[in-house]
């Protein structure tokens, strides 16, 4: 699980570093899943799913939030997998037909955490709709969440700073 882990480090830095006011990892969203994670501004809401192996991609899809963001009755507004370096074509002639965006891991940069994410397809608006102040929300929360924890370890630790 350690690549997982460096995709989901380097796309939180991604999108902070894209001036997104709210990033988080492990966001209850639609059709009770888990978002890898989730991003949001004022104007939009997007998802995104890392997935490290070919049938972990394929699995994907069989899961019930798909169907609600086909429907458009989800409040994200573009969802995205990434994927490895060396998974980015199986991946773009998975999507080729589809509205979702793929974000492609580059492995081999790791000391400019911004530069190892490379958007390779673009997603289609998938249709707003009014629920998307409660995910908001939801995001926050999770936000919180997630510095409480890095304080809590660090204190644990014995270090005052997190």
């Given amino acids: 699980m350690l690549l997982s882990t460096e995709i989901k480090i380097a796309n939180i830095y991604y999108w902070i570093k894209r001036q997104f006011p709210y990033v988080a990892s492990e966001v209850y969203s639609v059709g009770n899943s888990i978002a890898d994670i989730m991003i949001a501004d004022d104007k939009k809401i997007m998802e995104i799913e890392i997935k490290i192996s070919r049938n972990d991609f394929k699995c994907d899809f069989k899961k019930h939030k798909h169907q609600l963001l086909d429907s458009g009755s989800s409040p994200i507004s573009n969802f995205y997998f990434c994927v490895p370096e060396e998974m980015r074509e199986f991946a773009l002639n998975e999507l080729k037909d589809s509205k979702y965006g793929l974000l492609v891991?580059?492995?081999?940069?790791?000391?400019?955490?911004?530069?190892?994410?490379?958007?390779?397809?673009?997603?289609?608006?998938?249709?707003?709709?009014?629920?998307?102040?409660?995910?908001?929300?939801?995001?926050?929360?999770?936000?919180?969440?997630?510095?409480?924890?890095?304080?809590?370890?660090?204190?644990?630790?014995?270090?005052?700073?997190?």
Wanted: glycine content about 4%; aromatic content about 16%.
């Fill in 105 to 162: 891991y580059n492995s081999n940069v790791k000391f400019w955490p911004d530069k190892s994410i490379t958007v390779s397809k673009r997603p289609q608006n998938l249709i707003i709709n009014k629920r998307q102040a409660y995910f908001r929300k939801r995001i926050i929360s999770r936000m919180g969440w997630e510095l409480f924890r890095c304080y809590l370890k660090e204190y644990r630790r014995g270090n005052d700073e997190c």
